[in-house]
């Protein structure tokens, strides 16, 4: 099939594009920009007048539930929530029930989602057997079944000679480890930051340091072991200067920063809200500046969703009884842009957040434009407004602090190997 | 940051979970309405019919014989159908089984749920979830608030000092758990009281408690200098983990209130604790028996206190011409 997109700002980060063109699909790949298209017959055609046209997003973080957590979510559910949010590529860490720790389990939820046919998930393989911390998983076999990165999620490795271990052991295969930098001991059974709001609610809290500690242990072990690691998360101010540091070093670290952390604070906890209850925890207004200047300086390189969809009951509770997480894929995009239309960002490099650094991240060749490579795509509205309504969105979660809120950015199309398989219904 | 949850739409106080955002004119009528409750406890029929045919419940997911009884009492005297429920902790889905507990309650009719539980929030989190005709009255949650102990607090306070915009208060203990210590600084600061210290060791000071507005300090002679009232804060042992204080021996020797260091207060400062006392632990037992102690009058004006905040919440529901009576 043969699609055309005509009249779109074509966006492609990667290549430094930035113009008002056509673009052309042949066979689920990239092939060419106006008038190189003009003879060949066209299937399909889609007008993308007034709309910005980009590869697919590529989300570096997405807890998808299945295997182990059916009752919260599965891939046919949250997978449709990825498209309409224009994510065409999901990492999903490997902390399912069972952990992905043998390839079996690679290769079960590539498939599962191959065969839905939407979104691409590249399961995140577990950097030690069951996420313990203790023995190491197979990874070569790991990475023969298809795992770009792994990591070892939620579950810190609090054996710092282990993780030495992991990092070496991982780098021997050229994988990329995703770490979670938070110290096990300082987090304990803490629920927000340490500040103002923990203190004025009475909340058991996780200091800056558990993250900022944690960080500079791993930093120090990548130095070391020269080890190519990815930070999965930051929420503080000062662990943007770290790893500012650390890459004028030419370390080999790169890091992500959730949606929601770049636009919460402590303060939005308010009267013991739990959709705001997230790990690491949404903390101090000055930490939320930090997080977006790290990202306009490029210290910080993607924003990703941290996608935690639950069950409605799940964040019935206490607030420290209650479920972290937020459901974020179908608000990543127009988070994004919100920082924009804030001035954080300009519209390319806000693009690059989320399209051609992750993938650089993975080492895949989505996440651009370049001709021959696969069609994935995003063509999205970037002046129209839509108010988010938590029960509407398509995620089996509707978890999401920002209900009820106005957002910019309205996904037109997505497409995933030249098909499109989400079309916003125009009204 | 005010409660909005607390309030009904015509703004009037239809739950009482924090002392945070409540006016100065709400909390002096809670309290001259306890003046009038006192001389009920004082007669030889010791009721009066505002809560005649109501129900209250006691659902404490956190045994406290004290709180519980006082708020019992108090209810008795009101005239209210009093039901105690200790429900089993669960340590899972206990928001869910909090609420299905609540909605099983609600449906008998139930119209006064005071509720005990030790995660910050719970009050809040049923308050959010009841019908407009149920009234919670917090009876502490997690470390976050009690405020019907700070009430009567400073009802206590008024009976021996005439004017709260010229007291030195000190808060001194386990500021970090204490839901009573800050209940205690939203009272007495909206109340007026420009001189707040909290004192205690740095492991037992929440980070930024200043931005409450009070002075946190770590020395307990320096911070009880010519203060007017001293509030002492149960010490937990159990909690402190070997961690947060090294040993009760050593607590005492920095943080006890002897008669000695009372000394450095004011000449007719008062001595206050919310109970139950661990004497040798945070304070002498001749500081706690002695003459400037107020610790059983707090007891009894626990009584009075918790019969005006559940009157004033009823009030609220039968409307303004009525609520006037």
Redesign the interface.
């Known amino acids: 099939m043969n699609v055309l997109i005509t009249g779109g700002r074509v966006i492609d980060p990667a290549n430094g594009v930035d113009q008002t063109q056509d673009l052309f699909i042949r066979d689920g790949k990239i092939a060419g920009f106006d008038d190189t298209t003009r003879e060949i017959a066209v299937d399909k055609t889609l007008d993308a007048r007034g709309l910005v046209v980009c590869p697919g997003l590529v989300d570096l973080q997405a807890r998808l539930r299945e295997p182990g957590e059916e009752h919260k979510a599965t891939l046919d559910t949250e997978l449709v929530a990825a498209v309409a949010g224009g994510i065409t590529t999901i990492c999903c860490p490997p902390d399912t029930d069972p952990v992905i720790d043998t390839p079996a389990m690679v290769q079960m939820i590539r498939q599962r989602a191959e065969e839905i046919g939407l979104t691409q998930v590249l399961p995140v393989g577990a950097l030690t057997r069951s996420l313990a911390g203790e023995q190491l998983t197979d990874m070569a076999a790991l990475r023969d079944a298809g795992c770009l990165a792994l990591g070892n999620a939620e579950n810190t490795i609090d054996n710092t000679l282990v993780m030495r271990r992991a990092m070496q052991y991982a780098t021997t295969f050229d994988l990329t480890v995703f770490l979670n930098a938070l110290d096990p001991w300082l987090k304990g059974n803490g629920c927000v930051h340490e500040g103002e709001v923990s203190t004025r609610l009475g909340l058991p809290v996780i200091p800056e340091a558990a993250e900022t500690v944690a960080l500079a242990r791993e930093l120090a072990l990548i130095e070391t072991t020269g080890a190519r690691g990815h930070i999965t998360q930051l929420s503080c101010a000062r662990s943007v200067t770290q790893l500012a540091d650390a890459k004028e070093r030419d370390l080999a670290v790169t890091a992500a920063v959730s949606a929601h952390h770049l636009h919460l604070s402590e303060q939005d906890i308010g009267e013991f809200d739990t959709r705001c209850h997230v790990i690491p925890p949404l903390r101090s207004l000055t930490d939320r500046e930090g997080l977006r200047q790290g990202l306009a300086d490029g210290v910080i390189e993607a924003i990703c969703s941290d996608h935690q969809p639950h069950g409605f009951d799940a964040k019935l509770a206490p607030f420290s009884e209650s479920a972290p997480g937020i459901a974020g894929l179908e608000t990543l995009l127009s988070l994004t842009l919100k920082l924009v239309d804030e001035d954080v960002l300009k519209l390319p490099k806000a693009v690059a957040a989320l399209t051609a650094n992750p993938a650089r991240i993975l080492g895949i060749d989505t996440g651009q434009l370049s001709i021959g490579a696969r069609a994935d795509l995003c063509v999205f509205d970037p002046n129209k407004q839509w108010q988010v309504d938590a029960e509407k969105l398509r995620s089996n979660g509707t978890n999401t602090p920002f209900d009820g809120r106005s957002l910019p950015g309205v996904v037109r199309w997505t497409l995933v190997s030249g098909e499109v398989v989400f079309a916003h219904d125009k009204k | 940051?005010t409660?909005?949850?607390q309030f009904d739409t015509n703004g009037n106080l239809r739950h009482f979970l924090t002392i945070?955002g409540l006016s100065r004119e709400a909390l002096v009528e809670i309290l001259d309405a306890a003046e009038s409750f006192i001389s009920i406890g004082e007669r030889q029929i010791r009721k009066v019919p505002i809560l005649r045919g109501r129900t209250l419940v006691n659902l404490f997911f956190e045994d406290s014989t004290r709180t519980r009884t006082t708020f019992e009492i108090a209810a008795k005297r009101l005239s209210a159908d009093v039901i105690n429920l200790n429900p089993a902790r669960l340590?899972t889905?206990?928001?869910?089984r909090?609420?299905d507990t609540i909605r099983t309650l609600e449906a008998m009719h139930t119209d006064i749920f005071v509720i005990r539980?030790n995660?910050?929030?719970?009050s809040?989190?049923v308050a959010k979830?009841v019908p407009s005709h149920v009234h919670i009255v917090n009876a502490g949650?997690?470390?976050?608030?009690h405020p019907t102990q700070a009430m009567l607090d400073m009802f206590t306070i008024r009976q021996h000092k005439d004017d709260f915009t010229k007291l030195r208060v000190a808060i001194v203990g386990d500021i970090l758990?204490s839901?009573v210590a800050?209940s205690q600084i939203h009272a007495l600061k909206i109340l007026g009281v420009p001189d707040i210290r909290v004192i205690g060791p740095r492991t037992l000071l929440?980070?930024?408690?200043e931005?409450?507005g009070v002075t946190p300090l770590c020395e307990l002679d320096e911070g009880l200098q010519d203060v007017d009232v001293i509030m002492m804060l149960r010490l937990q042992l159990e909690r402190m983990e070997g961690q947060l204080i090294p040993s009760a021996q050593e607590y005492f020797r920095q943080y006890g209130l002897t008669a000695e260091r009372v000394q450095r207060a004011a000449p007719d400062a008062v001595v206050m604790h919310p109970g139950p006392i661990n004497r040798g632990l945070e304070i002498a037992s001749e500081v706690a028996d002695g003459k400037r102690s107020l610790i059983l009058e707090q007891v009894t004006n626990g009584i009075a206190v918790r019969m005006s905040i559940m009157a004033k919440l009823m009030a609220g529901q039968r409307g303004p011409e009525e609520g006037k009576e």
């Open positions: 940051m409660s909005s949850v945070e340590s889905n206990k928001g869910e909090i609420l539980d995660a910050s929030g719970t809040h989190l979830h949650d997690g470390r976050h608030a758990h839901r800050r929440p980070t930024e408690i931005k409450m």
